[in-house]
């Protein structure tokens, strides 16, 4: 079934981007990540225009955090000062971000920003996770050990401090700003939500208890994303409502099939599998940029979208 | 493809009035027609066919010693673009050298009846901007290179692949050396806009009739109104998206754990 992509100006079988959704939406659902490095990715693959992938990629990343930050709401797992702090710098980071972009595809590097992107911060996550996960693994053999949390570094010698009374914290608001900003820019130039990069920063980097991570980062990644969309429809007039929805519905049905899947997997073989994911998608992007390519041409319209 | 045919043969029976024996006219025209003159882009558009078809009227018997040719064009609205060529950069492959063209026709078809070279001269070609190398603008590039011609021919070599450009030698059938039919395919990656359509008549290789006419392609209905909404409402569409998103991922969510149970 062919369906013609306003925006995009492609005709694409719906069933396929639905499947699409649906296997990112599995993946997500089993190993709780947003998805958005996957889809964006593979929608360039599909031959959607880079740069209304990344725009289409926000957009859906907004319904598939909707209903989760509802439900951390409701479970009081949101701290929703340091969500409004990481927001803020979000925003700012966001628009910055997305005026990159249109700079970037003027010139015709954008496609470069975006691999370069995906392979240093997949690349970096990836194996970090990997790392972490193995640990972990060797430690649950070993009983008795305890990690200890809220250990001084430099962030505590910083200005500006600012109690979050949820996360039990009483820190300067300068490193969440960062933090937040640095997960808007990738927002606006890789169509992510970010979470890959927010939840371990919030963990390793501020020191927030693991409860109220999860909860909090959707919280920012949800206006973020909503943010970023807005942007790139004024921006760059490159979001693409068919293409969203189609990507949605498959995501939802996909996420609550890989949630029942994960529910039977152990916590440290999920992550495992979730960091050898990240590190070959990093892998098939790096690849694509060392090997000489099949063509070496490309064309690119003034105006539209594309 | 009904109508095509109904056509095709009113414009034979218009054949015979032509007032036979009056004075010699070395003069031939071309009658022709499309089978549709408006394209419409729905949700469910996949591309399309045009039929162009149509009979030479003559008001004196065919020259015998002048190969005859057809040259059926179909053109898109030309815009500007950019043709990029990568190179290896610190280990990596990045766009490195652009060209700048200042027009370049978004489709273009040309059918003939014969190889290009034997029923069009050059000069021609120049004048008439018929060949697909000629209808590509290449002389205001804002960044001249001498290997400009490259980037134009990689150009040609993409959006042949895309189907965009087409070249379709021996496409045009002839028959009886009066009625003439070719059929041209319309890819579903279509930009929207007023695309014309022309007939060539070559004596020797030199044009003796032209016929022109317009075809409009145009988004429609829910296609149209998202794409309007988008370019002249960008901040309402773009809030329209976010509110459509959320709906669709509650509905399709509350649709599943209904059906579950």
């Given at each position: 079934m062919q369906v013609y992509l306003p925006i995009a100006e492609i005709s694409v079988n719906a069933l396929l981007l639905l499947g699409l959704g649906g296997i990112v939406g599995l993946l997500s659902g089993m190993f709780g990540v947003g998805g958005g490095f996957l889809i964006t990715p593979l929608l360039f693959f599909i031959g959607?225009?880079?740069?209304?992938?990344?725009?289409?990629?926000?957009?859906?990343?907004?319904?598939?955090?909707?209903?989760?930050?509802?439900?951390?709401?409701?479970?009081?797992?949101?701290?929703?000062?340091?969500?409004?702090?990481?927001?803020?710098?979000?925003?700012?980071?966001?628009?910055?971000?997305?005026?990159?972009?249109?700079?970037?595809?003027?010139?015709?590097?954008?496609?470069?920003?975006?691999?370069?992107?995906?392979?240093?911060?997949?690349?970096?996550?990836?194996?970090?996770?990997?790392?972490?996960?193995?640990?972990?693994?060797?430690r649950a053999r070993k009983p008795g050990y305890r990690a200890k949390r809220h250990h001084h570094t430099w962030i505590h010698a910083l200005p500006l401090k600012m109690k979050f009374r949820r996360s039990g914290l009483?820190?300067?608001?300068?490193?969440?700003?960062?933090?937040?900003?640095?997960?808007?820019?990738?927002s606006a130039i890789m169509g992510v939500g970010g979470g890959f990069i927010m939840v371990p920063a919030m963990i390793y980097l501020l020191g927030m208890p693991t409860k109220v991570v999860v909860g909090t980062s959707l919280f920012q990644i949800i206006f973020v994303s909503g943010f970023t969309t807005l942007m790139h429809?004024?921006?760059?007039?490159?979001?693409?409502?068919?293409?969203?929805v189609l990507l949605i519905v498959g995501g939802v049905i996909g996420a609550q099939i890989g949630a029942g899947i994960g529910t039977r997997l152990k916590a440290e073989q999920l992550r495992i599998l979730l960091a050898l994911l990240v590190l070959a998608v990093c892998a098939k992007i790096a690849i694509g940029l060392v090997l000489e390519p099949e063509e070496l041409y490309s064309i690119s319209r003034l105006k539209g979208g594309a | 493809m009904i109508r095509a045919l109904l056509l095709l043969a009113m414009a034979i029976t218009i054949l015979p009035l032509r007032p036979i024996g009056a004075q010699a006219e070395p003069?031939?025209?071309?009658?022709?027609?499309?089978?549709?003159?408006?394209?419409?882009?729905?949700?469910?558009?996949?591309?399309?066919?045009?039929?162009?078809?149509?009979?030479?009227?003559?008001e004196a018997p065919p020259p015998e010693d002048a190969p005859l040719g057809l040259i059926v064009?179909?053109?898109?609205?030309?815009?500007?673009?950019?043709?990029?060529?990568?190179?290896?950069?610190?280990?990596?492959?990045?766009?490195?050298?652009?060209?700048?063209?200042?027009?370049?026709?978004?489709?273009?078809?040309?059918s003939t009846n014969a190889p290009?070279?034997?029923?069009?001269?050059?000069?021609?070609?120049?004048?008439?901007?018929?060949?697909?190398?000629q209808a590509i603008t290449s002389f205001w590039?804002?960044?001249?290179?001498?290997?400009?011609?490259?980037?134009?021919?990689?150009?040609?070599?993409?959006?042949?692949?895309?189907?965009l450009y087409q070249m379709n030698e021996g496409g045009v059938r002839l028959r009886a050396k009066t009625l003439f039919r070719t059929s041209v395919r319309l890819p579903s990656n279509l930009v929207e806009g007023t695309y014309s359509a022309r007939v060539f008549?070559?004596?020797?290789?030199?044009?003796?009739?032209?016929?022109?006419?317009?075809?409009?392609?145009?988004?429609?209905?829910?296609?149209?109104?998202?794409?309007?909404?988008?370019?002249?409402?960008?901040?309402?569409?773009?809030?329209?998206?976010?509110?459509?998103?959320?709906?669709?991922?509650?509905?399709?969510?509350?649709a599943f754990r209904y059906l579950r149970g």
């Amino acid at each position: 079934m062919q369906v013609y992509l306003p925006i995009a100006e492609i005709s694409v079988n719906a069933l396929l981007l639905l499947g699409l959704g649906g296997i990112v939406g599995l993946l997500s659902g089993m190993f709780g990540v947003g998805g958005g490095f996957l889809i964006t990715p593979l929608l360039f693959f599909i031959g959607i225009p880079p740069p209304v992938a990344v725009a289409t990629g926000t957009n859906q990343i907004v319904a598939s955090s909707f209903s989760a930050v509802l439900a951390h709401l409701k479970k009081r797992s949101v701290d929703l000062r340091m969500g409004s702090v990481l927001l803020a710098g979000g925003l700012a980071g966001a628009a910055l971000g997305v005026q990159l972009f249109a700079y970037l595809s003027r010139i015709g590097q954008i496609d470069l920003l975006v691999q370069l992107s995906y392979v240093g911060f997949l690349g970096v996550i990836g194996f970090l996770m990997l790392m972490e996960s193995l640990r972990a693994m060797q430690r649950a053999r070993k009983p008795g050990y305890r990690a200890k949390r809220h250990h001084h570094t430099w962030i505590h010698a910083l200005p500006l401090k600012m109690k979050f009374r949820r996360s039990g914290l009483y820190i300067s608001v300068i490193p969440p700003l960062l933090v937040g900003a640095t997960v808007g820019v990738l927002s606006a130039i890789m169509g992510v939500g970010g979470g890959f990069i927010m939840v371990p920063a919030m963990i390793y980097l501020l020191g927030m208890p693991t409860k109220v991570v999860v909860g909090t980062s959707l919280f920012q990644i949800i206006f973020v994303s909503g943010f970023t969309t807005l942007m790139h429809a004024t921006t760059n007039y490159s979001v693409d409502m068919v293409l969203a929805v189609l990507l949605i519905v498959g995501g939802v049905i996909g996420a609550q099939i890989g949630a029942g899947i994960g529910t039977r997997l152990k916590a440290e073989q999920l992550r495992i599998l979730l960091a050898l994911l990240v590190l070959a998608v990093c892998a098939k992007i790096a690849i694509g940029l060392v090997l000489e390519p099949e063509e070496l041409y490309s064309i690119s319209r003034l105006k539209g979208g594309a | 493809m009904i109508r095509a045919l109904l056509l095709l043969a009113m414009a034979i029976t218009i054949l015979p009035l032509r007032p036979i024996g009056a004075q010699a006219e070395p003069e031939e025209e071309i009658i022709a027609d499309l089978s549709q003159n408006h394209v419409a882009i729905t949700t469910r558009f996949i591309g399309s066919e045009i039929l162009v078809f149509g009979a030479i009227r003559r008001e004196a018997p065919p020259p015998e010693d002048a190969p005859l040719g057809l040259i059926v064009t179909i053109a898109g609205p030309s815009e500007p673009i950019v043709v990029r060529r990568k190179a290896r950069r610190a280990g990596i492959w990045v766009n490195a050298d652009a060209v700048h063209i200042d027009s370049a026709p978004s489709f273009y078809a040309v059918s003939t009846n014969a190889p290009m070279r034997e029923i069009l001269i050059g000069s021609e070609d120049l004048a008439h901007n018929i060949s697909i190398r000629q209808a590509i603008t290449s002389f205001w590039t804002t960044q001249l290179s001498p290997d400009t011609p490259e980037f134009i021919e990689a150009l040609i070599r993409l959006r042949r692949k895309a189907g965009l450009y087409q070249m379709n030698e021996g496409g045009v059938r002839l028959r009886a050396k009066t009625l003439f039919r070719t059929s041209v395919r319309l890819p579903s990656n279509l930009v929207e806009g007023t695309y014309s359509a022309r007939v060539f008549l070559t004596r020797k290789g030199r044009v003796v009739d032209v016929y022109k006419t317009a075809i409009e392609v145009n988004k429609v209905g829910v296609e149209r109104w998202i794409f309007n909404l988008a370019h002249q409402r960008p901040l309402i569409y773009g809030l329209l998206s976010i509110v459509i998103a959320i709906i669709a991922g509650w509905g399709a969510s509350s649709a599943f754990r209904y059906l579950r149970g």
